[in-house]
């Protein structure tokens, strides 16, 4: 056999000496021979098995040692990956309410604070200003409504100098509620507790309403979200189980729930998002932190599965070996149809039987019908 598939190779180098200049033609006397080396072999098996009938197996063929699997039913589950990255669950981009001058930050970066505590004063010194003005006048306006007031019930006076007194207190009162609002608004709170990661301004500098002067984080939740073909849209629901894993920490593994599924098709890679929700427990996890998703789309109890390495492909499909024993065990060849792969093996669907025994070392030695030893 070695000698014919030599002088297959020598006319096949002569032939591409002579049609360099043409590609298609060389592909096509690839081809060629490649199927009658296919016919060759398919025509030496047969020869080898003819000759194992009349039992002169043992002083012509040589027995190679393999191992081998046997088929029977087993439990197989396949998962979908995809690419996801962390998002906080709290976090905050904090800008003020009112324009004004930076009096005092009260924080720096790093420093963990409370809901509402206070992380930057205004300049509030014109407000404060206003305040005071209008409270004195308020006072002022509060007894002069209580003098009309008692006059308009003992019926003196008239009804107008009564309802513009009463407007005035009612007024000057609006007014100063108004200034509160503005003076507390000068005193910017923590909306989340969380990190201040990232303080943008200095004392001194203007605050303007829009203008990000402060990014809090909370990293103790996060959003794993991924991108998920549409494809599989009707594998994966709210609640089903999800494994998220992390590039930054190979080994570290979390068993996780869909906490939601997008109900909008992107576009431009026509995908969906698959959300999950996860607790920081390690404080390990930053946000934007790559991720992976996996979730089940496929699982059956009884299925035949082999390694996806011992599968192999030619001109008519793929194919494996598997030990056939007659008067003495010969590596048979067996074209299989295959369906899913997950880690590292494959489902098989037509091609194979439950007991068939699978070589699953040696499988790239062995040829059809030749001598085995398991």
């Known amino acids: 056999m070695k000698k014919l598939l030599s002088i297959i190779l020598l006319a096949f180098l002569l032939s591409c000496g002579n049609n360099e200049s043409n590609p298609e033609a060389i592909k096509t006397q690839i081809k060629e021979y490649k199927t009658q080396i296919s016919d060759l072999e398919d025509k030496i098996s047969n020869l080898e098995q003819e000759l194992v009938s009349q039992g002169v197996e043992a ?28 998002e906080a669950v709290n976090s905050a981009f904090i800008s003020p309410e009112i324009s004004g001058q930076i009096q005092t930050i009260h924080v720096q970066e790093g420093n963990f604070v409370q809901k509402g505590q206070l992380l930057v004063s205004l300049n509030s010194d014109i407000i404060k200003s206003s305040i005071k003005e209008l409270e004195t006048s308020l006072d002022l306006a509060k007894t002069v409504f209580l003098k009309q007031e008692e006059l308009w019930k003992q019926k003196i006076g008239s009804e107008i100098q009564y309802l513009q007194a009463k407007n005035n207190k009612e007024s000057l009162e ?8 503005q003076r507390d608004k000068s005193r910017i709170k923590a909306p989340i507790s969380g990190i201040v990661d990232v303080i943008n301004v200095k004392k001194g500098e203007l605050a303007m309403p829009g203008a990000q002067i402060i990014q809090m984080v909370n990293i103790g939740n996060f959003y794993v979200n991924a991108d998920v073909s549409e494809k599989f849209i009707a594998a994966v629901k709210k609640g089903d189980k999800v494994i998220v894993s992390f590039p930054t920490f190979p080994d570290w593994k979390i068993d996780a729930k869909v906490y939601r599924t997008g109900n909008i098709i992107k576009q ?17 996890l ?18 035949l599965v082999v390694p996806s390495i011992v599968i192999k492909e030619d001109f008519k499909g793929k ?56």
């Open 286 to 303: 930053k946000p934007n932190m790559l991720a992976s998703v996996k979730f089940l789309d496929f699982e059956m109890d009884e299925a």
């Open 319 to 374: 194919y494996l070996y598997i030990v056939e024993t007659n008067s003495a065990p010969i590596a048979r060849k067996k074209y299989v149809k295959t369906s899913l792969s997950n880690d590292e093996v494959t489902m098989i669907i037509d091609g194979i039987n439950v007991g068939d025994k699978v070589i699953t070392e040696g499988y790239n030695l062995v040829k059809d019908g030749m001598g085995i030893i398991e």
């Open 174 to 181: 609006s007014k100063l509620n108004s200034l509160y609002i």
């Open 59 to 86: 002083k012509t063929v040589v027995g190679l040692k393999v191992k081998s699997q046997l088929i029977a039913p087993k439990h197989f589950a396949h998962y979908v990956e995809a690419s996801a990255s962390l």
């Open 268 to 284: 431009a890679n026509r995908t969906f998002t698959l959300q999950a929700k996860i607790n920081n427990k390690n404080n390990n």
